[in-house]
């Protein structure tokens, strides 16, 4: 697979961050170079802090997987990094908005920009946002 | 079903049979047969489209008493 699959995570959903992750790593699994930008109420879902993690949204079924599945979205993007060619970035904004480093996120992230910094690394490819 | 080295992902919620697949899948040699058992239903499915995208081959699918066992031969 040559295009890159690029994810940006907006959403606070457990669901569907932890749906990102799993096509993250199927998609690392085949060879597929992924992108992920984390930003809005998405970031929080990475903090350090197991508090801030937890405040983020869970409906019925989100629920259901966070008691259940292991590992959870963090252990699911680590596999993903550690099978392929795939990166992180935590969105900048957010963590100005929040007065957070990239210290205080889980130690999965490359970098930490804007939207236009990561406009420019994903040219090209697939774009799904959750 | 050819004699395989079993990879027992039972109680596994998707996508855990796969990953283990995955992980069992790159630290064997060329030629191995690895065999899945999952109590997942989707798994089933999910396992073979993984196999045929990595170009490996799917080699046995059956259910048994509510077990899925998928064997697997690395090719590449």
Redo the contacts between chains.
């Keep these: 697979m040559g295009d890159s699959l690029n994810l940006m995570l907006l959403s606070g959903d457990y669901a569907k961050i932890h749906a990102a992750a799993?096509v993250a790593?199927?998609a690392s699994?085949?060879g597929q170079p992924v992108n992920v930008f984390v930003s809005m109420e998405a970031l929080p879902a990475f903090h350090q802090d197991l508090g801030e993690r937890e405040a983020i949204g869970k409906g019925p079924i989100g629920q259901i997987i966070a008691e259940?599945?292991?590992p959870d979205y963090v252990g699911?993007f680590s596999?993903a990094k550690d099978?392929g060619d795939v990166h992180l970035y935590a969105c900048s904004l957010v963590a100005d908005l929040k007065h957070w480093e990239l210290a205080h996120l889980v130690p999965i992230f490359d970098d930490m920009m804007g939207i236009a910094g990561f406009l420019g690394k994903v040219s090209g490819g697939t774009s799904l946002t959750f | 079903m050819a004699d395989a080295k079993v990879i027992d992902a039972r109680g596994?919620?998707?996508?855990?049979p796969?990953?283990e697949l995955?992980k069992g899948i790159r630290q064997e040699p060329v030629g191995t047969v690895l065999e899945v058992w999952s109590s997942d239903r989707g798994s089933a499915k999910d396992i073979p489209e993984?196999v045929a995208?990595?170009g490996h081959e799917v080699v046995g699918n059956v259910e048994e008493d509510g077990i899925f066992k998928v064997q697997v031969k690395k090719v590449k």
């Design positions: 799993m790593l199927v699994s085949l259940t599945a292991s699911l596999e099978m | 596994s919620f998707c996508p855990g796969l990953m995955i993984w995208r990595a």
